[in-house]
Structure formats: structure tokens, C-alpha cells
């Protein structure tokens, strides 16, 4: 079993930068690929960004430039640093993490608890 704990929502002013943190524990994989996600009210949950185990990323559109997906293998953790950030960034946002695939935008096996960001004009 993985679990995946997250922190550093919180609420910014547009234009502002806030850095997510996701730690993973339990019966992690050797090698994985996490995800970020997010989910705004009524809205079908999105892909944000995802990072592989080699290192290489994937981002959305809609955050690329923005968003800046890493990792500490040794601490089990992923960050997403988001600056410029904007009203519609406002969202829940969650990690999940899978075996190390190259597809990267689906088909993960554990999430997070999910934490909100909110982002005001």
C-alpha cells in the first residue's frame, strides 16, 4: 500500500507563487512516475503536470511556462512549484503516483488527500 501526503496549499494573490509538496510512504515503487492534478468546483479533474523517473516532464497547456514539476528520490518527494499564478488556477489539487510508464496524463494508482489552492484577483 502507498501513501501519498501533500501540503502547501494555501490561499495567494494572483501573480503569486506557492510550491506544493507530495511524500510518498509505504510500499512506494522502486521507480515511479507522479502526477499533479486539480479539480475547480464543477469541473472534471485535469491534468497538470507529471514527471517520469528519468527525470523528463510533461505540463498541461495550460500551466506551461508557469508550473515547474520536481523530485527528491532520497526523500520519496515531488514538488510543484506554480508562480504567475492565476484566479482560474484556483483548484484542488492532488498527487498520484504509478509504476514508472511513459504515459503520463492517466491511469494512476494512488492519490493523495488532495489541498486547496485558491488564488485571489
Known amino acids: 500500500q502507498v501513501q501519498l501526503v501533500e501540503s502547501g496549499g494555501g490561499l495567494v494573490q494572483a501573480g503569486g507563487s506557492l510550491r506544493l509538496s507530495c511524500q510518498a510512504s509505504?510500499?512506494?515503487?522502486?521507480?515511479?512516475?507522479m502526477g499533479w492534478f486539480r479539480q475547480a468546483p464543477g469541473k472534471e479533474r485535469e491534468f497538470v503536470a507529471a514527471?517520469?523517473?528519468?527525470?523528463?516532464?510533461d505540463y498541461s497547456d495550460s500551466v506551461k511556462g508557469r508550473f515547474t514539476i520536481s523530485r527528491d528520490n532520497a526523500e520519496k518527494t515531488v514538488y510543484l512549484q506554480m508562480n504567475t499564478l492565476k484566479p482560474e488556477d484556483t483548484a484542488v489539487y492532488y498527487c498520484?503516483?504509478?509504476?514508472?510508464?511513459?504515459?503520463?496524463?492517466?491511469?494512476?494508482?494512488?492519490w493523495g488527500q488532495g489541498t486547496q489552492v485558491t488564488v485571489s484577483s
Open positions: 498520484a503516483t504509478k509504476l514508472d510508464t511513459l504515459v503520463t496524463r492517466a491511469l494512476y494508482d494512488y
Open positions: 514527471i517520469v523517473w528519468s527525470g523528463g516532464t
Open positions: 509505504g510500499r512506494t515503487f522502486s521507480r515511479y512516475t
